[in-house]
């Protein structure tokens, strides 16, 4: 079985750029969550989504914004992009009851220069 | 403020050499306690969950244990492909928002 998959692998991008992560979730998971992870550190939590609607936003600025799609993929937004947003990004699936694990993919490695 | 630690940051064994990784939580309404690995420039791998105090779970050379203040991963005879960052995260309430420590790094040296 196929799991978490996300797009691109690595990116490199200009402050003020704009930017888009993609994640689709392990079948029959209808909940995504993205988080992101600076070195050295354990992964931040940004966005739940379950069903195509929010369910949980985590500390971060209004430059991060994201949406799930009908197929329960997922993107993650970012605009006006900092230096400190240079970063490990994780989609993390679930079944989205509350109860079970959350699985995550390879992770989008994005460095801001 | 709800915080997970965890202890040591890093650590160095010798091949078959045994230890145990600290975890210790402060959330209310703790709903469940996971285990993750990491090998580096890569996802967090599950390992485990642990939703009561008393519990414990088992994979391979790893055991996971719960109190009602920590956890605790327990690596027995480790071998080199061990070696990774290890990381404690849980969840509260009906949130499945995961908070995470920083991690562990074991190095397991032949």
């Known amino acids: 079985d196929a799991g978490v998959t996300q797009s691109p692998t690595h990116l490199i991008k200009t402050r003020g750029q704009h930017v888009t992560l993609r994640c689709s979730p392990i079948s029959g998971h209808k909940s995504v969550s993205w988080y992101q992870q600076v070195l050295g550190q354990g992964p931040q939590f940004i966005f739940q989504y379950y069903e195509k609607e929010e369910r949980g936003r985590g500390n971060f600025p209004d430059r991060f914004s994201a949406r799930q799609f009908p197929n329960y993929s997922s993107e993650l937004n970012v605009n006006a992009l900092l230096l400190g947003d240079s970063a490990l990004y994780l989609c993390?699936?679930?079944?989205?009851?509350?109860?079970?694990?959350?699985?995550f993919g390879p992770g989008t490695r994005l460095t801001v220069t | 403020e709800d915080q997970v630690t965890q202890s040591p940051e890093a650590l160095r064994l010798q091949e078959g050499e045994s230890s145990s990784l600290n975890c210790s939580y402060t959330?209310?309404?703790?709903?469940?306690l996971f285990w993750y690995r990491q090998d580096p420039g890569k996802g967090p791998e599950f390992l485990f969950t642990l939703y009561s105090a008393g519990e414990e779970k088992e994979k391979e050379r790893l055991k996971a244990t719960l109190t009602k203040k920590e956890s605790f991963l327990h690596i027995t005879a480790p071998k080199p492909e061990d070696s990774a960052t290890y990381l404690c995260?849980?969840?509260?309430?009906?949130?499945?928002?995961?908070?995470f420590g920083k991690g562990m790094k074991l190095t397991v040296n032949p």
């Open positions: 993390a699936s679930s079944s989205g009851t509350g109860i079970g694990e959350q699985y």
């Open positions: 995260a849980v969840t509260q309430g009906g949130s499945e928002k995961l908070v």
């Open positions: 959330v209310s309404g703790l709903r469940g």
